[in-house]
């Protein structure tokens, strides 16, 4: 086939998949099962569909790798635009206690019990550490509200403790990335020790500035540039322009060696201390809901169906890893000044791991086998799609018996 007749396949794969996370996201908003899903699915059925059929050239791969990049910044520059950096702030007062306890704990939890599974090595037992230690209280947080119990102390502090979840597990994955090539390449002449020292803490010189130079951008420029763009151009103009000049931010970032992801989590921090901005981020929304699906279908499509043998049972163990990890680590610090049904029922709503958990594990996969494997990144999404499909109806069902009064 000629190459106009390839690019048209191409736009009509694009388009098909456009339209089919619609239909996706109308048919499980009927549902407690979350979109991503469903997206998720769509990734794996085109990857066997591809298998199958081999339909898919180099150049449309690389278009897709494309699409599933800009969904991993529009999602994380949502993240950070929602997070709202003085909000969060003052959060760390109510919240810190249990925040820091819940991430240590998460991460002692899974590091050690990961490396009990089959094929998980030390260097990948530090990976899924860090990738379980975020949360994605989104999938149960519209069960919370179905129940009126969000604005509850407790409901307060699971949007608190999950939120700050989302910063820590962005900061800890730039460590983790600058930290595991070291692991991995020997000990150099400098032996091991010195050779982490030094790489920790050029990339912490590095961090700083960076986050100090978007802590001034956002201080001193990010208001008065937003107020320009939005005389500029009407709507949705100005929202354009700021995710533009986000998208740069995130560029620059990876350039840096942080990842697209860390820079477009800190491109929406920046962004979210202006509250003329937050106001026209409905303007966000289409692009945020075209090209967010792409990164759940790349996901999918990633997994090797030659894996899925030996995945399920290495899945199986992890979502039991993972389960565990969160339902202690926030279950039992909360014990100690609350009842045990607040305690189980902080625990079960944050189990849920989908977005920053599963980039996490993506950017390990892209390093190599030494990393993630095919079998590991596969027994990942099983627990991203286990964890969001059945956190949702039993905290319902707790809410139901016992809601929280307080």
């Not at 090595?121 to 179905?146: D, Y």
């Not at 962005?170 to 930290?179: E, I, K, Q, W």
């Not at 995710?243 to 920046?270: E, H, K, W």
């Not at 029922?345 to 993630?372: N, T």
């Amino acid at each position: 086939m000629n190459e106009a007749g390839d690019f048209n396949i191409l736009i009509l794969l694009v388009a098909g998949l456009s339209l089919a996370t619609v239909l996706i996201k109308a048919g499980l908003s009927r549902t407690s099962v979350p979109s991503m899903v469903g997206f998720l699915l769509l990734g794996t059925g085109l990857r066997l569909a591809h298998n199958r059929f081999g339909f898919l050239e180099g150049h449309s791969l690389g278009v897709l790798n494309f699409l599933a990049q800009i969904g991993l910044f529009v999602l994380l520059f949502k993240v950070g635009l929602e997070s709202k950096l003085a909000k969060l702030l003052g959060q760390l007062r109510q919240a810190s206690l249990l925040w820091a306890a819940n991430v240590v704990l998460t991460w002692v939890i899974s590091f050690f019990a990961a490396q009990y599974l089959p094929g998980v090595g030390r260097i990948t037992a530090l990976v899924l550490a860090t990738a379980l230690t975020a949360t994605s209280v989104g999938v149960t947080i519209s069960v919370w509200q179905e129940a009126g119990a969000l604005d509850t102390r407790l409901g307060s502090l699971l949007v608190d403790v999950a939120e700050l979840d989302d910063i820590s597990a962005v900061v800890l994955m730039a460590v983790l990335f600058a930290v595991l090539p070291v692991l991995h390449g020997g000990t150099g002449e400098g032996g091991l020790g010195g050779l982490m020292l030094s790489t920790v803490g050029w990339l912490l010189v590095k961090f700083t500035l960076f986050v100090a130079l978007c802590v001034l951008f956002s201080a001193y420029v990010g208001q008065p540039l937003a107020a320009w763009f939005r005389r500029l151009a009407g709507s949705p103009g100005p929202m354009l322009m700021i995710t533009g000049l986000a998208l740069m931010i995130s560029a620059l970032a990876g350039m840096l060696g942080f990842s697209l992801a860390v820079g477009a989590f800190l491109a929406g921090l920046m962004f979210s201390r202006d509250p003329a901005t937050l106001e026209m981020e409905t303007s966000f929304f289409p692009l945020h809901d075209f090209f967010a699906p792409f990164f759940f279908i790349g996901l999918g499509f990633d997994i090797d169906p030659a894996s899925l043998g030996g995945t399920v049972g290495l899945g199986l163990g992890l979502t039991a890893v993972a389960v565990a990890g969160k339902f202690l680590a926030n279950g039992l610090p909360l014990r100690l000044n609350s009842s045990a049904g607040d305690a189980a029922l902080m625990g079960i709503s944050m189990i849920p791991r989908a977005e920053i958990a599963m980039v996490i594990v993506q950017q390990g996969r892209r390093l190599g086998d030494w990393a993630v494997s095919s079998q590991v990144y596969g027994a990942m999404v099983m627990v991203s799609l286990v964890s969001c499909i059945l956190a949702p109806p039993l905290v319902r069902g707790m809410l139901r018996r016992r809601p929280p009064r307080e």
